[in-house]
């Protein structure tokens, strides 16, 4: 059957290498009735990149839907990690079509070769992700929001890239060559921290951010894109009161569940200001919050629960 999205192409020809790749991260493939096959990608290391899942679920349930319906809302929670080795497999159960809501529900699976004892070799299904999203037409009505906070301007800024040299002598040798790395995301920091030995701060952070060159792509593309990159900074919020940084010794860190609401159009070759804070770490756990502007207008609220564990044998470096 042929879906509102299919009617799209999902990538131009011509353009740069990562974002041709970002693209690709989109291209799922029905293996069966709602169920799509999806590439892993080395984002951040060999677990699968919590954006990269969220990015694709979203898109899996887009590809059921039978008419043009943005995504208004997605919870989502991560279950275990993934491995970057095996392609993700996520199944859609449309839960409600309506004149105007649609919902769906996606579990993402991978199915890991395991062998026994015996040395027999199987695979077993493990469920990483969970989630359900809700479409609704952009119809307008009541509409008020607070003022967008005042930051410096893109312009004023270095990308994260060109910041990177001045803390490559703290990076450990073995992570260097993955510190160097160019994102497959432009962002610009309002405020760059030291990725190693930050100060313990206020914990509230905002990067400019966008994807430039990905030519003409329809709301879905552009609201994956925004769920992949959601997930870029937000859980590290949460440790700047700290002094921890991701790479602190003994850190356990992760995502344990994420949530968007999309509140107008945007466009993501556009720059968007990502305006992040925690207010609260307890019990091994933060909760991080944010919200993306662009142009004055308030275009998508997070949050994300994360886990923070610092394991009993580890104490906090003096310098924090």
């Not at 607070?146 to 060109?162: C, F, G, I, W």
Request: aromatic fraction near 8%; charge should be negative.
């Amino acid at each position: 059957m042929q879906t509102a999205f299919d009617r799209y192409a999902i990538a131009p020809d011509g353009i740069a290498a990562n974002v041709e790749d970002l693209l690709n991260t989109l291209n799922l493939t029905e293996i069966a009735a709602d169920v799509f096959q999806a590439p892993s990608f080395d984002y951040v290391g060999p677990r699968v990149f919590g954006g990269q899942v969220l990015a694709q679920a979203l898109m899996a349930a887009a590809k059921t839907l039978s008419a043009d319906k943005p995504c208004h809302s997605l919870h989502g929670y991560f279950l275990r990690g993934g491995d970057i080795r095996l392609p993700v497999i996520y199944q859609v159960r449309r839960l409600r079509d309506g004149k105007s809501l649609s919902a769906r529900e996606v579990i993402a699976v991978q199915y890991v070769p395991t062998t026994d004892e015996q040395g027999n070799t199987a695979t077993k299904e493990q469920v990483i992700f969970s989630m359900i999203a809700s479409f609704s037409p952009m119809e307008g009505g009541l509409d008020y929001q607070e003022a967008m906070p005042d930051y410096p301007p893109p312009e004023a800024l270095q990308t994260e890239q060109e910041l990177k040299p001045q803390y490559l002598h703290k990076i450990p040798e073995p992570l260097k060559a993955r510190y160097l790395r160019p994102r497959h995301v432009e962002i610009r920091p309002i405020k760059p921290q030291d990725p190693v030995s930050p100060t313990p701060t206020r914990p509230r952070q905002a990067n400019w951010l966008r994807i430039a060159d990905i030519g003409e792509q329809p709301v879905a593309i552009h609201q994956a894109l925004l769920a992949f990159v959601s997930d870029y900074y937000l859980v590290g919020t949460g440790l700047m009161s700290h002094g921890l940084s991701l790479i602190t010794r003994g850190l356990q860190l992760a995502s344990i569940d994420h949530s968007i609401h999309f509140h107008r159009p945007f466009d993501i070759r556009e720059y968007l200001l990502y305006d992040m804070w925690s207010d609260t770490t307890s019990h091994a756990k933060g909760l991080n919050h944010g919200q993306f502007w662009q142009a004055g207008k308030l275009i998508a609220t997070t949050q994300q629960e994360g886990l923070m564990r610092l394991l009993d044998n580890q104490q906090i470096p003096e310098n924090h």
